[in-house]
Nanobody, 121 residues
Framework: VQLQASGGGLVQAGGSLRLSCAASELTTDDNFMGWFRQAPGKERELVARIAWRAGVKYYSESVKGRFTISRDGAQKTTYLQMNSLKPEDTAVYYC???????????????WGQGTEVTVSS
């Protein structure tokens, strides 16, 4: 699968952005879609994950209650609605697919170039 993330930009603290992740195709290797982020000097982290069929969602503690992950099967697109943004949310955001939906980054594939989110204070 090839994935393309978009929708990043510059926003003030407290603002909102919606990221999109378009998939070229979906197979049984892509049962789950995850959103990740990597801030400068930090490791990449999983922030949200969704199962394509069942819609079961996972959120990291750092974004729970502020971010919402969703998917549109017909469009093969996953979304990440980000509300109440904080400066510490500043990072490059990536989407990737997983067959098993683990929380381990190494289990994900289809990484694209990512989209940059900058939250100013």
């Amino acid at each position: 699968v090839q994935l393309q993330a978009s929708g990043g930009g510059l926003v003030q603290a407290g603002g909102s952005l919606r990221l999109s992740c378009a998939a070229s195709e979906l197979t049984t290797d892509d049962n789950f879609m995850g959103w990740f982020r990597q801030a400068p000097g930090k490791e990449r982290e999983l922030v949200a994950r969704i199962a394509w069929r069942a819609g079961v969602k996972y959120y990291s503690e750092s974004v729970k209650g502020r971010f919402t992950i969703s998917r549109d099967g017909a469009q093969k697109t996953t979304y990440l609605q980000m509300n109440s943004l904080k400066p510490e949310d500043t990072a490059v955001y990536y989407c990737a697919a997983s067959a098993c939906g683990s929380l381990v980054i190494a289990d994900y594939h289809g990484w694209g170039q990512g989209t940059e989110v900058t939250v100013s204070s």
